[in-house]
Nanobody, 123 residues
Framework: QLQASGGGLVQPGGSLRLSCAAS????????IGWFRQAPGKERETVSC????????YYADSVKGRFTISRDNAKYTTYLQMNNLSPEDTATYYC??????????????????WGRGTLVTVSS
């Protein structure tokens, strides 16, 4: 089970940190990905992290602004989002892949999905 949180309303240039709490995985490895879907648009990849946090992927649109990290002791993955713009407005979803690595960090490669958290960037 995955639970995303941390969304909200933020002004352009602001920051938010999203959290994804995982449960039910026990000791087995799992990669985590963040995806987003804006109104009227298809879901897109944001970022992925391997099970031990050693490998990370970022979409070009967020590279240099977003940082993914995970605290396996807390079964929680974070997405720190800085310098947000209105184009980042979307519902953000976290997903898990039941393997060490995230593969191509594609939504169809994920095994489990949490409910989304809405991020709105507006002045």
């Amino acid at each position: 089970q995955l639970q995303a949180s941390g969304g909200g309303l933020v002004q352009p240039g602001g920051s938010l940190r999203l959290s994804c709490a995982a449960s039910g995985f026990g000791s087995r490895p799992y990669a985590i990905g963040w995806f987003r879907q804006a109104p009227g648009k298809e879901r897109e990849t944001v970022s992925c992290v391997s099970s031990d946090g050693g490998s990370k992927y970022y979409a070009d649109s967020v590279k240099g602004r977003f940082t993914i990290s995970r605290d396996n002791a807390k079964y929680t993955t974070y997405l720190q989002m800085n310098n947000l713009s209105p184009e980042d407005t979307a519902t953000y979803y976290c997903a898990a892949r039941d393997t060490y690595y995230y593969g191509g960090c594609l939504d169809y490669g994920m095994d489990y999905w949490g409910r989304g958290t809405l991020v709105t960037v507006s002045s």
